[in-house]
Structures are given as structure tokens and as C-alpha cells.
């Protein structure tokens, strides 16, 4: 029996506006409660979390705004919703602290990257405060800085 290869990066979908828009607290790993095509067509990387919040009632996580995009040989006897509401798999204390982030310190949950864990589908969540256009400023030029402090570095060399 031949073995798969070991792909380092288990990565299916990142949410790249996700660090520029917000400053990230905490982050947490998450499970995503799917349906069977779902699973299909998240192996075939249709699937997008750049629109996507997280969200707590009666004690419990969910998410909104995924696209997941269904298959054209998906089942036809399941009606295939792309943007459904999906409940995130967390434990008691972790959706306490979610909670009291939300609550007490007006901290938002931002979902960051979804990526395979063994055959399990996770979800890295954070807990984020949003950024004002300044502190956006001072990170793109200090981005640009480190940049242009490598390529004097590697012409310095020479």
C-alpha cells in the first residue's frame, strides 16, 4: 500500500483581511459542524472565510459568511445552501472566554485560517480588536521599512 504524500501545509483557505483589519488577541482552534458535500467541496478548495464573523448564542458559537461553493456532482437529493450558518465545535471554557472577550472588552471574533487537521476540518479563530487607520498606517510603513532594510542588506553585501 503505497503512502500519501506528507503535504507540511494543510492549509485550505486563509483570511489574508483578517490581520490587516484587525489586531489579533487571542486565537483559538475550532471544529466546523459539516454536511457531506460540504467535506467534498472544502477537499476541493471551494470554499471562502474572508467575508465570514463569528457569532455566540444560548451558549453556543456558530459562523456566518463562509461561501462554500457546492459541487456540480454533489448529492441532488440534499438542497445545497453555500452560505448556511454553521455551528463551530468548542469547549465550555473556551466559549466562557469567548464570551466574556466579546462582552466585557468589545472584542470581536474574526476567523483567521480553516486548514485539515489529520481528516477533521479546522477553524483558527481569534478574538480582535479592530484597528483604526493610523495603526494601519504604522504597519504598512514599518512592513515597508523591514523591505527595504533587506534588499540594502543584501546589495550592501556585494
Excluded: C
Excluded at 472566554?97 to 480553516?114: D, F, P, W, Y
Amino acid at each position: 500500500m503505497a503512502k500519501k504524500p506528507n503535504k507540511s501545509d494543510n492549509t485550505i483557505a486563509k483570511n489574508r483581511t483578517a490581520r490587516h483589519e484587525f489586531a489579533i488577541q487571542d486565537d483559538y482552534e475550532a471544529g466546523l459542524q459539516l454536511q457531506g458535500w460540504e467535506v467534498k467541496a472544502i477537499r476541493n478548495g471551494k470554499v471562502n472565510i474572508a467575508e465570514s464573523y463569528v457569532f455566540l448564542r444560548d451558549g453556543e458559537a456558530f459562523i456566518s459568511g463562509v461561501t462554500i461553493t457546492p459541487l456540480n456532482a454533489a448529492s441532488t437529493h440534499v438542497v445545497a445552501d453555500p452560505t448556511r450558518t454553521r455551528k463551530l465545535l468548542l469547549n465550555r471554557k473556551e466559549i466562557d472566554k469567548l464570551l466574556g472577550a466579546v462582552n466585557r472588552e468589545g472584542q470581536t471574533i474574526v476567523a483567521l485560517s480553516m486548514y485539515w487537521k489529520a481528516s477533521w476540518v479546522k477553524l483558527k479563530i481569534g478574538t480582535a480588536r479592530g484597528k483604526k487607520l493610523h495603526d494601519k498606517r504604522a504597519d504598512s510603513k514599518s512592513r515597508d521599512w523591514a523591505r527595504d532594510k533587506q534588499r540594502i542588506m543584501k546589495h550592501s553585501t556585494r
